[in-house]
C-alpha cells in the first residue's frame, strides 16, 4: 500500500503532482534548525531545486543560487517550496508579500506547514486571480485506521532522537541508501514534510489527529517479504514536551526491529525550548526499548548517529570513538560515513 | 480560561447549549466496556437522563426506563445521546435508522463519536427536513498553542490506567468529589466525550492533531490559585498499542503532581486487543513517573484505583488490601469508599 498525501485535495481541488523543479524559500530564517526542509532538499534532492530566495535579514543560506521569483521562474523552476519551519507550523505574516511575488512570478507554492496555504487570504485571492496552485502536502490521507499493533512481515529500523531537527531523516536516508549499497532491499519511508518532499510520499504523522496516529505509523512501514527493510525517519522525541506523543505513537506503529539514536552533542537545551535540557542517548534508548517492546518484543538498540557538523574531522571523530568506547554500540555521523559508520550499518543488519 | 468545545460548529452552523435532557442511545451494544458513555451519565449526571434506548439484540443496560424516541420526547428529553463508543469511533451503519426515528420523534441528536453525524448521508437529510440540530462533541477549539512544557500554578492530579474504559473517569470524578467534601477547592477537567458531557467543558484529546495534543493537554488544567486542585480524566494507557500517544500528550500537558494508576483486575487482555496482556500497574506506575518527570520532577504515585465491580464486596475488600501490602500505597475501589478510598485521599493530599 502506497501512502501518498492525497494531493486531490489541494485548494483549488485540483489533482497533480507537486511541481518542479523548486524555489527554496527560507523567509527570515535566524536559525538552521528552522531551515531543515530547505537543507534537506538541497542534501537529498538537488537536482530538483533552482535555487534559494530569502528575506532581507535572513541568517541562513543552502548555498544554492540566490534567485528572486523571477529568475528563479526564468531557470525552469515551476515551484516555490517552503522551505523553513516555526514552532506551531504557520505561515508568517512577514512571508506573504514574498509569496505573493512567488505567485505573480509564474511559480506555484508548495507548504509543508500545518496552516493551509489558502487559510491566507492574501495568497487565496491571488493564486485565483493567476490560475496559480496552493498545495498543502501536511494533509494525511482520509480514512486512517486505528492501529492494531499486529506483527507485520518484513524488517523495519526506526531513528529516534533526543529533540527534533538534529538528524533522524538524515540518518534514515544515509541508513537506507548504505542498505541498497549493500544489495539489500530497502526503503526511506518519510514521516515528515521534508521526508515527503524527498521521497514522493510518506505519511506527515503530525497532523494525523492524536487517536489515529499509531494508526497512521501502522501505513508508513506496511507488510513487505521477510528480507524487505523500511527505514522510517523518525519524529520528535519521547522526552520531548511537546512532541513526545507523536513520537510514541509513531514507535508503536512502527514496531522497528532496531532502533538508532540520533544526537547532536552541541546542542545542550531542546530547540525552541531552552528551559529543558536535551537528555543522554542512552535514556533515550532504554525508554525507547521499554515503550517499543509493547509491539514489538524484539526491539534492539543498534547504535548512535551523531550529527558533528559543528565539529571539525578529528574532533567529531574522536568523538565517535570515545562515545563508542562508553556505550559498546557503533558511534558514526551518517554524513561522515567511513568505518565507522560501516560498523553502525553493521550493528544495524546483524 | 474555559476549554469548552466550540458548540457554535455544529453542522448547521448553529450556537447553543446541549439540549438536556437525554435519552441515551445504547445501540446494539455486547460489552458494557463500550457503553460507557451512556453508564457514566447515568452514574454522574442522572438528572439529565429520562431512559435508555437500545437495538434489538443490544446486551448492555443503564437500568433507566426503556423509551422508544417517541415516548422519550413526551417524557421530556430533547436529544438522544449516542451513549456507545465503538474502536475508530465511528456511527455504524446499524444505528442509522434509530437515530433517524429519534429525529422524527422530535429529538436532537449529540455525538462524542470521531465521525461527524452530518457526514451520514440519511442523518443529514433528516435532520434538515426536520429542523433539527446535529451536534458533535468531539471537535476540539480551534487555534490550540504547541505546547511550552513550563510549569503552571495549582495542584494537579492525573489518573492512568493499565487499560481504556476501566475507571479513570470514575476516579477522576470521586477524587474530585471527595477533594472538595473536604473542603478542597477542587475540579473535575474532562477530556473525554463521556466526561465533556458530565462536566458539561473539556477536550476531547483524541480527536486533537497529533502535533497539538500536549498543548490542547496544557489548556485542560490552566494556572490556578496555589491550593486549588485539577483533578484530571486520564485516556487510553501509555502502553496501549493504538492510544499511548494520546495518554503521553496528556501525561506532558498535564504535568501532574500526582498519579493515581487505574485498573481492572478481571481484565487480563486489552479491551479489544485480546493478543496484548494487561500490564502490571507498577509497570504504568514506573512509566509514568520515569516519562511525566519531563514536565513536573516532583511527580508522585499516590495509590491505585481498582474497578472491583465483578467482586462481591467481601472479595473486593481483600483483594484492595491484598495489593494495598503487596505495593505499600493505598489500594480503593472509589465506587465502594470506605476507608480504604479514605486512605487513597489522604495519600494523594499528602
Given at each position: 500500500?502506497?501512502?501518498?498525501?492525497?494531493?486531490?485535495?489541494?485548494?483549488?481541488?485540483?489533482?497533480?503532482?507537486?511541481?518542479?523543479?523548486?524555489?527554496?524559500?527560507?523567509?527570515?530564517?535566524?536559525?538552521?534548525?528552522?531551515?531543515?526542509?530547505?537543507?534537506?532538499?538541497?542534501?537529498w534532492?538537488?537536482?530538483?531545486?533552482?535555487?534559494?530566495?530569502?528575506?532581507?535579514?535572513?541568517?541562513?543560506?543552502?548555498?544554492?543560487?540566490?534567485?528572486?521569483?523571477?529568475?528563479?521562474?526564468?531557470?525552469?523552476?515551476?515551484?516555490?517550496?517552503?522551505?523553513?519551519?516555526?514552532?506551531?507550523?504557520?505561515?508568517?505574516?512577514?512571508?506573504?508579500?514574498?509569496?505573493?511575488?512567488?505567485?505573480?512570478?509564474?511559480?506555484?507554492?508548495?507548504?509543508?506547514?500545518?496552516?493551509?496555504?489558502?487559510?491566507?487570504?492574501?495568497?487565496?485571492?491571488?493564486?485565483?486571480?493567476?490560475?496559480?496552485?496552493?498545495?498543502?502536502?501536511?494533509?494525511?490521507?482520509?480514512?486512517?485506521?486505528?492501529?492494531?499493533?499486529?506483527?507485520?512481515?518484513?524488517?523495519?529500523l526506526?531513528t529516534?532522537?533526543?529533540?527534533?531537527?538534529?538528524?533522524?531523516k538524515y540518518t534514515a536516508l544515509a541508513l537506507a541508501r548504505a542498505f541498497r549499497t549493500?544489495?539489500l532491499d530497502a526503503d526511506f519511508r518519510a514521516?515528515?514534510?521534508?521526508g515527503?518532499?524527498i521521497a514522493?510520499?510518506?505519511?506527515?504523522?503530525?497532523?494525523?489527529?492524536?487517536?489515529?496516529?499509531?494508526?497512521?505509523?501502522?501505513?508508513?512501514?506496511?507488510?513487505?517479504?521477510?528480507?524487505?527493510w523500511d527505514v522510517i525517519e523518525?519524529?520528535?522525541?519521547?522526552?520531548?514536551?511537546?512532541?513526545?506523543?507523536?513520537?510514541?505513537?509513531?514507535?508503536?506503529?512502527?514496531?522497528?526491529?532496531?532502533?538508532?539514536?540520533?544526537?547532536?552533542?552541541?546542542?545542550?537545551?531542546?530547540?525552541?525550548?531552552?528551559?529543558?535540557?536535551?537528555?543522554?542517548?542512552?535514556?533515550?534508548?532504554?525508554?525507547?526499548?521499554?515503550?517499543?517492546?509493547?509491539?514489538?518484543?524484539?526491539?534492539?538498540?543498534?547504535?548512535?548517529?551523531?550529527?558533528?557538523?559543528?565539529?571539525?574531522?578529528?574532533?567529531?571523530?574522536?568523538?565517535?570513538?570515545?562515545?563508542?568506547?562508553?556505550?559498546?554500540?557503533?558511534?558514526?555521523?551518517p554524513?561522515?560515513?567511513?568505518?565507522?559508520?560501516?560498523?553502525?550499518v553493521?550493528?544495524c543488519?546483524?
Amino acid at each position: 500500500m502506497l501512502v501518498a498525501p492525497d494531493m486531490s485535495r489541494t485548494d483549488e481541488g485540483e489533482a497533480g503532482t507537486i511541481p518542479q523543479p523548486y524555489l527554496l524559500f527560507l523567509g527570515d530564517t535566524q536559525v538552521a534548525g528552522f531551515a531543515k526542509t530547505a537543507l534537506g532538499l538541497r542534501d537529498w534532492a538537488p537536482e530538483r531545486c533552482v535555487g534559494e530566495y530569502a528575506l532581507p535579514g535572513a541568517a541562513v543560506t543552502t548555498g544554492l543560487p540566490r534567485l528572486d521569483p523571477a529568475a528563479a521562474k526564468a531557470a525552469g523552476a515551476r515551484s516555490l517550496v517552503i522551505g523553513v519551519a516555526n514552532s506551531g507550523g504557520f505561515i508568517a505574516p512577514a512571508w506573504v508579500p514574498a509569496l505573493v511575488e512567488a505567485l505573480e512570478a509564474g511559480l506555484d507554492l508548495v507548504s509543508g506547514m500545518h496552516s493551509r496555504l489558502g487559510d491566507v487570504l492574501e495568497l487565496r485571492e491571488a493564486a485565483t486571480r493567476l490560475g496559480r496552485r496552493l498545495i498543502d502536502i501536511r494533509m494525511p490521507p482520509p480514512n486512517i485506521p486505528i492501529a492494531t499493533g499486529l506483527k507485520r512481515s518484513g524488517k523495519r529500523l526506526l531513528t529516534v532522537g533526543t529533540d527534533c531537527a538534529l538528524g533522524k531523516k538524515y540518518t534514515a536516508l544515509a541508513l537506507a541508501r548504505a542498505f541498497r549499497t549493500r544489495g539489500l532491499d530497502a526503503d526511506f519511508r518519510a514521516t515528515g514534510q521534508t521526508g515527503i518532499l524527498i521521497a514522493g510520499r510518506g505519511m506527515p504523522m503530525d497532523a494525523v489527529v492524536a487517536d489515529f496516529a499509531a494508526g497512521a505509523a501502522e501505513l508508513v512501514s506496511p507488510a513487505a517479504p521477510a528480507g524487505h527493510w523500511d527505514v522510517i525517519e523518525g519524529q520528535g522525541s519521547i522526552l520531548h514536551p511537546a512532541y513526545a506523543g507523536v513520537s510514541l505513537a509513531l514507535l508503536h506503529g512502527s514496531q522497528p526491529d532496531v532502533i538508532v539514536v540520533c544526537h547532536d552533542p552541541a546542542r545542550t537545551a531542546l530547540l525552541g525550548d531552552e528551559t529543558f535540557p536535551v537528555p543522554p542517548v542512552e535514556e533515550i534508548a532504554d525508554l525507547t526499548i521499554r515503550l517499543g517492546s509493547r509491539t514489538n518484543p524484539a526491539i534492539r538498540w543498534a547504535g548512535v548517529a551523531l550529527n558533528t557538523a559543528a565539529l571539525d574531522e578529528a574532533a567529531a571523530a574522536a568523538l565517535c570513538r570515545d562515545e563508542e568506547q562508553r556505550l559498546g554500540l557503533p558511534v558514526a555521523d551518517p554524513m561522515r560515513g567511513g568505518a565507522a559508520f560501516d560498523r553502525l550499518v553493521d550493528s544495524c543488519l546483524r
